[in-house]
């Protein structure tokens, strides 16, 4: 079990900053204004130089307070080096305004802007442990944050804390976090974006394309820490979730969110007068009930 969980550590890694010199891939990302509530977002990036061979990965979470790990789905090509991915469909998470109650804790002096979840958000994202009041459940961040919280939140560097107050004030449900990168075979980074957020609006308007709509109802969910094995994708819907690649690139059909949905209903007649009511469930037609004359 140790040998699994540093081989999976190591492989998830692969997604850590490293040296702008050692990036020989660079990543750009497209506009993404939110994403709907109620159904997939979608987002493109353009990868240069393309590599062969290489994987292009959009990694996302929700902007939790306690779990950080990322999933990761990897894009499809658009040619020309671009690439697109749908998200899965964010659930309506709660999202409680958050204040410093130490402004010393861990050391560290937090000028007190009169902006107090901005600043809590600000010594999160400075503290180790992220638990800026030590009041958080120190077990589930060791469990689901210890890989996502190396990654820092470089969109908050860019605004001060009335601008991030503001912007935290403003939402109803957790946001969306989000960053591309591209590996190669084994597994090695060859290129990565910045980590952007985006919010998750009712309003949200998003238009698919048919292809898009096909990619959104078989979604293939990379983890990247072994307790996503056990849950569902932690404050995404199971809506379009197919299958699931674990830290290891083992496929597996995904067994949390298959649930029995009967997607059609109709009458077919078979031999000597039987009428049959036919269902789908889970895309297999089953013969449900039977009706003689």
């Known amino acids: 079990m140790v040998g699994l969980i540093s081989l999976s550590l190591a492989i998830v890694s692969i997604v850590s900053i490293v040296p702008a010199a050692a990036q020989q891939t660079c990543v750009t990302l497209g506009p993404l204004a939110c994403l709907p509530q109620k159904s997939n977002g979608v987002l493109n990036a353009t990868v240069s130089p393309e590599i062969p061979g290489a994987s292009t990965r959009l990694y ?27 998200f899965p469909v964010p659930t309506e998470s709660k999202f409680p305004a958050q204040k410093l109650d130490n402004y010393n804790y861990e050391g560290q002096k937090i000028d007190n802007t009169g902006k107090p979840w901005a600043e809590w958000w600000r010594a999160k994202e400075n503290s180790q442990a992220r638990n800026p009041n030590d009041d958080l459940d120190k077990d589930l961040i060791r469990e689901r944050a210890s890989l996502g919280k190396a990654e820092k939140r470089v969109w908050m560097q860019n605004l001060d804390n009335p601008a991030l107050q503001t912007w935290l004030d403003n939402l109803k449900t957790e946001a969306g976090e ?14 990565r974006s910045e980590m ?11 238009s698919l394309t048919p292809q898009q709509e096909g990619f959104a109802k078989n979604l293939v969910i990379g983890e990247t820490s072994i ?17 699931r690649r674990d830290p290891l690139n083992v496929l597996r059909a995904d067994d949390k969110c298959r649930a029995c ?13 039987v ?4 269902g789908v469930v889970n895309d297999d037609p089953i013969e449900i009930s039977r009706s003689r004359p």
């Open 60 to 86: 996302f979470r929700r902007m939790n307070v306690e779990v950080e790990d990322f999933y990761y789905i990897e894009m499809e090509p658009a040619g020309g080096g671009g690439y697109w991915a749908t």
């Open 261 to 273: 949905v009967v997607a059609a209903w109709w009458p077919v007649a078979g031999a000597g007068g």
């Open 196 to 206: 952007r957020s985006v919010e998750v609006r009712k309003d949200c308007k998003v």
């Open 178 to 191: 989000y960053f591309v990168a591209v590996v190669d075979g084994s597994g090695k980074l060859l290129g």
């Open 227 to 243: 307790w996503q094995r056990n849950d569902e994708v932690f404050h995404w819907e199971c809506t379009g979730i197919t299958t």
């Open 275 to 278: 009428v049959a009511l036919i």
